[in-house]
C-alpha cells in the first residue's frame, strides 16, 4: 500500500492518560501535516513538517501536545493528559507540491472517556 | 468570520438533479483551491482542483470567481453514490502552504 497509513485506527482512553498516533506518510512525499476533525466540521489544521522540521504549528495545539518527525519519515502526535475535549478524528496527510492537494490518511478516531 | 465559508445543507435531491455548492473564502492571497469528498466516517479525498478557467470532469464542473472570492461545485446526472460531504479547500500561500477547509456541505441523493 503506497498511501499514508495510520495507526491505530481507533483509540479510546481514559480522561488523563497520554496517546500517541502514528502516521507513515507516502515515502516522496516532504511535507507532512495533522489536522483534527470533530463532528460535522471540516477538518482543522495543528501542525505541519517539512522534512524533519516542524515549521508551523496552531493556536490549537496545546502545549499537551507534541509532534515529532524523526528523520523525515513517519510522524507522531502525542496527547498527554488528554481531556473529553479532545476526542476528534487526527487525520495526516501528506504532499509533494501542496498546490495538487494533499493525500489523507484513514485518521485515528479518539474517544476520551 | 471564518476563512472558508460553505452551507451545510444537507442538500437532498433526487437522483438525476442537477445540484450546485458555492463556497466563499476569505483571504484575496489564495492561490489554488479544491473540492474534496468525504464519506461519513472516512478520510477526505480530493475531488479535483479548481482553476481560474473553470474545469469539467465529468459530470463535475469546478469554478472559482476570483473577484468575488466564491468557488462553486455543479454535479450533473446526480447519482446515489454521490451522496457524501463535500468539503470546500483553499490553499492560502502561506508559509508552510496549508490548506484550509470548509465546514462541509452534505448532499443526499434519493432514489
Known amino acids: 500500500d503506497t498511501g499514508v497509513s495510520q495507526d491505530p485506527r481507533h483509540k479510546i482512553t481514559k480522561r488523563g492518560q497520554n496517546v500517541t498516533f502514528r502516521c507513515d506518510p507516502i515515502?516522496?512525499?516532504?511535507?507532512l501535516y495533522w489536522y483534527r476533525q470533530t463532528l460535522g466540521q471540516g477538518p482543522e489544521f495543528l501542525t505541519y513538517?517539512?522534512?524533519?522540521?516542524?515549521?508551523?504549528k496552531s493556536r490549537l495545539l496545546s502545549d499537551r501536545f507534541s509532534a515529532e518527525r524523526p528523520k523525515g519519515s513517519f510522524s507522531t502526535l502525542e496527547i498527554q493528559r488528554t481531556e473529553q475535549g479532545d476526542s476528534a478524528m487526527y487525520l495526516c496527510a501528506s504532499s509533494f507540491d501542496p498546490n495538487h492537494g494533499y493525500t489523507f490518511g484513514s485518521g485515528t478516531r479518539l474517544t476520551v472517556v | 468570520r471564518k476563512e472558508v465559508e460553505q452551507d451545510p445543507g444537507p442538500f437532498n435531491v433526487p437522483e438525476g438533479a442537477t445540484v450546485a455548492f458555492n463556497c466563499t473564502y476569505s483571504n484575496s492571497a489564495s492561490q489554488s483551491f479544491f473540492w474534496y469528498r468525504q464519506d461519513c466516517r472516512k478520510e477526505p479525498k480530493l475531488l479535483m482542483s479548481v482553476y481560474s478557467s473553470g474545469n469539467e470532469d465529468g459530470r463535475f464542473t469546478a469554478q472559482l470567481n476570483r473577484a468575488s472570492q466564491y468557488i462553486s461545485l455543479l454535479i450533473r446526472d446526480s447519482k446515489l453514490s454521490d451522496s457524501a460531504t463535500y468539503l470546500c479547500?483553499?490553499?492560502?500561500?502561506?508559509?508552510?502552504?496549508?490548506?484550509?477547509f470548509g465546514g462541509g456541505t452534505r448532499l443526499m441523493v434519493k432514489p
Open positions: 479547500v483553499v490553499n492560502d500561500n502561506n508559509a508552510g502552504n496549508m490548506l484550509t
Open positions: 513538517f517539512q522534512n524533519e522540521a516542524q515549521l508551523e
Open positions: 515515502s516522496e512525499h516532504n511535507r
